[in-house]
């Protein structure tokens, strides 16, 4: 990926006094402020918001500050949700006040109105600049308090004899402001010492039976790699739920971890749990979780890490609000962004890779792995003809559904059944699952193959241990990415029986776990401390259960 053509001075000179084998714990002095700059559109005002970035450059170079405005909006956004996305991420915003701005619609009824809100929600500092001068008397700006109007002498920028003396006083009121917002409490703990790297965060398992999609491992492996030396690269993994577009991203990330000196991890969804989420990431890059108090902030401080750091691959499911891309990753970054996703809107997004459903061959091949019929990297030589054929029917039955194909290949495994008998058995359960279909269990207009598989697991559930069947149906009504099988032993008696009596047996319980692992309902995650569950397997649990039982 390369070294930045334009490494900043503030790090070349921490990393002086860092030898080469201690180089990554170095970390920044100062944490970064992100700075939104309200500027109209007319000529000699941004001819004054130029020479005042200049001035700004030291600030910058020591990564102490982030610059924002509109000029750096994606061409592929509309301006206003840019605009609005940046005041957002700011933790100041600055006005740089001349007649234009006020003349300006954008500037007072957009940009000052969304500011506002923010002072007023998240804190953010507005401070006001006089570029040129003004007759302002009388404005208001509602019950929202304004720093002190730069320069310090009430004299407009433009108006000084020597415009630098008057641009170096501006600047020395920002950094005053940025210091007021950075000085630490005399309360606040030290931060976490950042952890080595390389650093690979990824929280679930690779799949032992991943069967290769060749065609979007090509194609993710050439957008990120080829053609010119972009600093930061974005790619999307769309498609429906169940298709396997996360055990795609694992995949990639395990492949190719040894090309990244960090891997991060990100569950975007659904939002109430995206601010645990970040505490959850931030602990693992060395972070403070005081450096963030509340998701505004979190979300500031893993960009700021993002920003100081090269060669990193960021991973980001269940992706649904796009806007969190321009809060989260930095404008001036060095790594690789993979974005998972389950939209239909593919206009909007970032270099699109489709995920279809699993192609009949690579079908057929996962199903055999899973059921341990062929070795995990066996190849499709090593099945018999007949073997393919019974294989390929139940690809055809369950509609290439990846999700599907991983429950039958698992209950063929644990019941030792043949292949033709699971068929058989298949068939003979589809009656029970139209029952359901009343519920909506359709994928267009045909009933959802999952519907089927889930029902014959469950059953086969309920014959070997009833109690683990109680224990699924719990599961899916929790969190289904942190399923902490321990908390819920250690909560046995805020539950009814016979889940009480399951969870205050550890044998019974670890049993009924395993009994749910094998039959792949549950999985656990990369630090064996949790569990989780497919989303689809979750809601369609859920829905055997009558209203009374739920």
């Not at 310090?152 to 920028?157: C, D, K, R």
């Not at 415009?163 to 703990?189: C, F, M, Q, W, Y």
């Not at 995920?355 to 066996?378: N, T």
């Not at 949790?530 to 039982?549: E, F, G, P, W």
């Amino acid at each position: 990926m390369g070294n930045r053509e334009h490494p900043f001075v503030g790090r070349f000179f921490l990393e002086m006094f860092c030898s080469e084998e201690k180089r990554h714990l170095c970390v920044p002095m100062f944490k970064m402020t992100t700075i939104f700059f309200c500027v109209a559109d007319e000529s000699q005002d941004r001819s004054l918001f130029q020479e005042l970035l200049k001035h700004l450059s030291v600030q910058k170079r020591q990564d102490r500050i982030e610059e924002l405005y509109d000029s750096l909006i994606d061409p592929g956004s509309t301006r206003n949700d840019g605009i609005l996305t940046f005041i957002r991420r700011a933790h100041i915003i600055v006005l740089l006040i001349t007649p234009d701005f006020f003349h300006s619609n954008q500037c007072v009824e957009v940009e000052l109105h969304v500011a506002l809100e923010q002072h007023r929600t998240k804190g953010a500092q507005i401070l006001p600049v006089l570029l040129r001068p003004t007759e302002w008397e009388g404005f208001s700006f509602g019950q929202s308090h304004l720093l002190p109007l730069l320069p310090p002498n009430g004299l407009a920028v433009s108006s000084w004899k020597n415009r630098d003396e008057a641009l170096v006083e501006v600047t020395k009121g920002i950094r005053h402001a940025i210091n007021a917002l950075t000085r630490p409490s005399d309360d606040s703990p030290p931060p976490i010492q950042p952890v080595p790297l390389p650093l690979w965060t990824l929280p679930y398992r690779r799949n032992p039976v991943f069967t290769d999609r060749k065609e979007i491992m090509t194609e993710l492996r050439q957008g990120f790699t080829s053609g010119q030396n972009i600093a930061l690269r974005m790619q999307t993994l769309h498609g429906s739920e169940g298709v396997g577009k996360t055990a795609i991203a694992v995949e990639y990330a395990c492949r190719f971890r040894y090309d990244y000196q960090a891997i991060v991890w990100l569950n975007a969804s659904p939002p109430e749990l995206l601010s645990a989420n970040l505490v959850t990431l931030m602990d693992q890059l060395g972070i403070s979780p005081h450096d963030g108090s509340d998701t505004h902030q979190r979300i500031a401080t893993v960009r700021q890490w993002l920003r100081q750091h090269e060669q990193w691959l960021g991973i980001l499911d269940n992706l649904e609000d796009f806007h969190l891309i321009n809060q989260l990753l930095p404008l001036q970054g060095n790594g690789h962004v993979l974005l998972i996703t389950a939209t239909q809107a593919t206009e909007e997004l970032l270099s699109p890779i489709l995920v279809p459903q699993i192609s009949a061959d690579e079908g057929a091949l996962l199903l055999l792995r899973r059921a341990h019929l062929l070795s995990e990297r066996a190849s499709r030589i090593a099945a018999s003809e007949s073997m393919l054929f019974q294989a390929s029917a139940i690809v055809r039955a369950v509609a290439s559904s990846s999700l599907a194909l991983d429950q039958a290949g698992a209950y063929i495994k644990e019941t030792h059944c043949s292949l033709s008998s699971y068929l058989q058995r298949y068939h003979r359960h589809q009656w029970q699952a139209r029952l359901f279909a009343r519920y909506g269990w359709f994928v267009n207009n045909r009933l959802d193959p999952m519907t089927t598989t889930l029902l014959l697991t469950l059953q086969k559930i309920a014959q070997i241990n009833p109690q683990a069947l109680k224990l699924v149906q719990f599961f899916a009504f929790l969190h289904p990415d942190t399923l902490a099988h321990e908390m819920i032993r250690q909560g046995t008696l805020s539950l009814a029986h016979p889940l009480s009596a399951l969870t205050a047996n550890p044998h019974a319980f670890n049993e009924a776990l395993a009994l749910l692992q094998h039959f792949s309902l549950v999985h656990l995650r990369a630090d064996s401390t949790t569990m989780y569950m497919h989303r689809i397997v979750q809601a369609l649990i859920r829905k055997t259960l009558s209203n009374t039982q739920q």
